[in-house]
């Protein structure tokens, strides 16, 4: 039921090569404003724009010939789509993406690039995800499910292998959370390498449903989403993803929407990186001083940078 | 007269440590743009936002006590300052930064923030340069030159030998101009260690010194600049670097300002990196097919990030 860190490692095998190195960034100015030593993870940098084809490649690899010349489908409104159509293509395989019925056009321009058809899921996640699954069995398309997967979640743990054998000193890790399968592969890795390091998984105030799940003991949907962090709006974690956050993870924060938009500004400012919303959750938790932590060697998880420009600028007016 | 190979391994060794590591970063986007195999050299991710640093704490590394004791001054309205005041902070050593007398806030907050002492040095770069000099004079100070001076050559030059370590098969290297100091420490070092590469300058057509330098046969000192980039302004190169930049590199070309501006911004919105239009230049003779090159391995200088937020939303309204 749980990843291991065999199958970790088995996906930085199957990832060598194919993923950029994204070494980490020592920030001064995080560091100075957290009253912690702050290193980014600028998984903005990653090919793709996001950490997402690390589940998704390592998923695709290690299907067999004969699912291979099925093809893949994913359903997805950004990051998830564009690693998946990037690893399919890499790999020689058709691969097939649900997106909203009025997709952001820069992504989905990026899927149609990678090689990948789109089919119309509708307006929300959950009519997305019923299209995919019928067309998982109508024309017999295999699922690469954005976080609720093995294969996925291990993927995503090669960033806790990167991360200890860069800063084998580290002493936390922050990551944003929707739902699950990243901090789940980078929590079991780190656990499992080097289990003195604390994990912490952020949630938007405007979208919580990890955090509500750890509170009730079970996988919790919540009622509503509304965030603009548009990579982080899960409604309910995966049972395996809850489980191996429930194992793994020592502690669940929230940081508001403000701290969110804001932060975007600040890493654009002081790191000169472009971050999506979802990808400044981590350091907004930070900076924010929602933690109780001080004095330590942090490495906090910058998971994207596929935002739209005319939001970059709105909030850059807005914030400085 | 020319800086030597030893003398840029020397300023690499006195940098180890100091710096940050800026690896070069594929960009599938321009290479299709531009024809080629296109690596950014991400040195807005360096240290103080930008390769500035590396001359600069070579040089006061290399400072006897005596002159240490002294302290050092710098004319600068950003980069070259903030690289003073930061290397010479780490170092114990009280800087002085001859800034404009109205300078880009964030800009002299930075530099105050690494400990320098501000001197209002008039309007212009001649009246910042003539203080400068008074300063020198007066006080003792020890002048930190932003180019004409061998040792800021060869901090500058230690880009180069990053490159071919990392890179071996390069085939061409493109890099923005002002002054001269970084092309030509960096073409020193690109030749000597190997002299097929293809060294490329780059002027934008606001401001083209080294360009009508290279075309009249001696430093030549244009009658006025009027550019965006504001880190690209040398109305004249020095002799020194005239001199290595016609020994040592191939061609200059000139970018439009309007081909700078868009270039900020696929920077952002394609490498997710937050670039000033300076650290823009070299990018936009590749993507806008300045040059005749193509099907080759092309690393670009990306030499700097410290962008003025609100001019930064300013382009990408403009151009997306």
């Known amino acids: 039921?749980?990843?291991?860190?065999?199958?970790?490692?088995?996906?930085?095998?199957?990832?060598?090569?194919?993923?950029?190195?994204?070494?980490?960034?020592?920030?001064?100015?995080?560091?100075?404003?957290?009253?912690?030593?702050?290193y980014l993870k600028p998984e903005n940098l990653q090919k793709t724009g996001s950490f997402k084809i690390r589940g998704a490649y390592n998923k695709i690899a290690m299907l067999s010939d004969e699912e291979k010349k099925r093809g893949v489908v994913a359903f997805s409104a950004g990051n998830h789509g564009a690693g998946t159509a990037y690893a399919a293509q890499s790999l020689g395989i058709q691969a097939t993406v649900v997106m909203p019925?009025?997709?952001?056009?820069?992504k989905r321009n990026a899927i149609i690039h990678y090689g990948a058809k789109i089919v119309d899921g509708g307006s929300t996640s959950i009519t997305m995800h019923d299209k995919a699954k019928e067309l998982?069995?109508?024309?017999?398309?295999?699922?690469?499910?954005?976080?609720?997967?093995?294969?996925?979640?291990?993927?995503?743990?090669?960033?806790?292998?990167?991360?200890?054998?860069?800063?084998?000193?580290?002493?936390?890790?922050?990551?944003?959370?929707?739902?699950?399968?990243?901090?789940?592969?980078?929590?079991?890795?780190?656990?499992?390498?080097?289990?003195?390091?604390?994990?912490?998984?952020?949630?938007?105030?405007?979208?919580?449903?990890?955090?509500?799940?750890?509170?009730?003991?079970?996988?919790?949907?919540?009622?509503?989403?509304?965030?603009?962090?548009?990579?982080?709006?899960?409604?309910?974690?995966?049972?395996?993803?809850?489980a191996h956050t429930r194992k793994y993870v020592d502690e669940m924060v929230l940081v508001s929407e403000e701290e969110i938009a804001k932060t975007v500004v600040s890493l654009a400012e002081r790191a000169k990186l472009v971050?999506?919303?979802?990808?400044?959750?981590?350091?907004?938790?930070?900076?924010?001083?929602?933690?109780?932590?001080?004095?330590?060697?942090?490495?906090v998880l910058v998971t994207g940078g596929n935002v739209n420009m005319s939001l970059l600028a709105t909030l850059i007016e807005k914030y400085t």
């Open 136 to 242: 998982e069995q109508t024309e017999g398309l295999v699922m690469i499910h954005p976080f609720e997967d093995i294969p996925i979640i291990a993927g995503q743990g090669t960033i806790g292998l990167e991360i200890v054998a860069e800063l084998p000193e580290v002493d936390t890790v922050v990551v944003p959370v929707s739902g699950g399968g990243l901090i789940s592969g980078v929590a079991a890795a780190l656990k499992e390498v080097k289990p003195a390091v604390r994990v912490i998984g952020v949630n938007t105030e405007g979208a919580m449903a990890m955090y509500e799940s750890l509170r009730h003991g079970y996988p919790f949907e919540v009622e509503k989403v509304d965030t603009i962090a548009d990579g982080l709006m899960a409604k309910k974690p995966g049972e395996l993803t809850f």
């Open 101 to 106: 019925t009025h997709p952001v056009p820069s």
């Open 1 to 38: 039921m749980f990843v291991t860190l065999d199958q970790i490692r088995q996906a930085q095998a199957n990832l060598a090569g194919v993923i950029l190195p994204t070494p980490l960034q020592y920030s001064r100015t995080f560091s100075e404003w957290s009253g912690n030593t702050v």
């Open 275 to 299: 971050v999506e919303p979802s990808g400044a959750a981590a350091l907004a938790a930070m900076i924010h001083r929602r933690t109780q932590i001080s004095g330590e060697k942090v490495v």
